[in-house]
């Protein structure tokens, strides 16, 4: 069967969704009329239009050569049927198959999303869609262009395990329209809904450098993930949220916003001669130090607790 990424018809809706997201804002009330900067706006989409131009590249590496492969490799024909090396017929596709691809899809985007935040190097990558301080549709297009090398490898088990590679493309471009959704402002609590699903007002939360909210709600349109692994956080209305991270880029400049993360992990690579700390400054979570300069999020809610630092530190959690 032949299935087409929902991605290509969803970025003109993107578009067409954040202009008219801008003049809402704009007309809207008083407190909404900031939600957008023209420079921050005119970087989001620079970057945006990147990920576009390398999606096709996307495309290749993980359809048509690393999941197919995989697929082929994992799930031979014997004897006309095309069986699973553990055993069992390999997926078709009905309409349950479908869901259960989806469900998969959800999982391996919950942990490649939880290891983005806690893996340095990865960070470096996704701190990109992290980096402004403004929450809207605009920031939901601000992607990073190096995940595409090591995204696809969260999901190889999905077409090994017998789920077609083509449903497992439909299903992560279904997650990427959801996920894009998801940065607003306007939309509220959805009651019986947030049971279930991450929503808007989880996403606020993900993307808040609050202490209380960093580093929560990973999942893809599903909070099961977050709630069976201890991630999950409900939005606190009581709560101020300010969006973005504690070392931003400063910057409206795409390859600096792009590129900045990688540039301090070399500087800190540089702060010690041991090997250890060395290679703990690329692949430890985001804060970690040698001598404690600077802290991890874990670190920072544990010294937090015992009321060895106050939320006026100014430690810094994430570099």
């Known amino acids: 069967m032949d299935f087409t990424n929902p991605l290509v018809y969803g970025v003109p809706c993107f578009l067409g969704l954040i202009a008219l997201e801008y003049t809402y804002s704009k007309h809207g009330k ?42 082929e490799l994992f799930n031979p024909i014997i004897d006309g049927v095309r069986t699973n090396i553990m055993g069992w017929e390999s997926f078709g596709y009905a309409w349950y ?12 985007y919950y942990w490649f999303h939880r290891q983005n935040h806690n893996i340095r190097i990865l960070w470096a990558a996704h701190v990109v869609h992290h980096s402004s301080d403004q929450f809207n549709l605009g920031t ?31 299903c ?23 049971k279930i699903f991450n929503t808007h007002t989880m996403h606020q939360v993900h993307h808040s450098q609050n202490i209380e909210y960093m580093d929560k709600n990973h999942g893809g349109f599903l909070n099961i993930f977050d709630k069976m692994f201890g991630t999950w956080k409900a939005l606190d209305e009581n709560i101020k949220i300010k969006y973005g991270v504690t070392h931003p880029p400063n910057s409206y400049n795409p390859l600096v916003i792009l590129t900045h993360e990688y540039r301090d992990i070399w500087k800190d690579v540089k702060k010690s001669k041991n090997w250890y700390h060395k290679f703990m400054y690329v692949f430890a979570p985001p804060g970690w130090s040698h001598d404690g300069s600077t802290l991890t999020i874990k670190q920072y809610r544990r010294q937090l607790k015992k009321g060895l630092i106050t939320t006026d530190s100014t430690v810094l959690v994430k570099s």
């Open 172 to 194: 992560l471009g279904i997650e990427a329209l959801w996920q894009f959704q998801l940065h607003s402002v306007y939309v509220p609590k959805l009651g019986i809904l947030e």
């Open 140 to 170: 939901a297009v601000r992607n990073g262009w190096f995940t595409i090398f090591y995204k696809p490898f969260f999901y190889m088990w999905i077409p090994a395990i017998g789920f077609p590679s083509e449903m497992l493309i439909v």
């Open 30 to 71: 008083k407190e909404k009329k900031e939600l957008y900067k023209s420079k921050d706006l005119a970087a989001s989409i620079t970057m945006g239009i990147g990920s576009v131009v390398l999606a096709p590249l996307t495309k290749t590496i993980a359809a048509i050569v690393l999941f197919n492969f995989i697929y």
């Open 97 to 108: 198959v479908w869901l259960l691809c989806q469900l998969a899809d959800d999982f391996s």
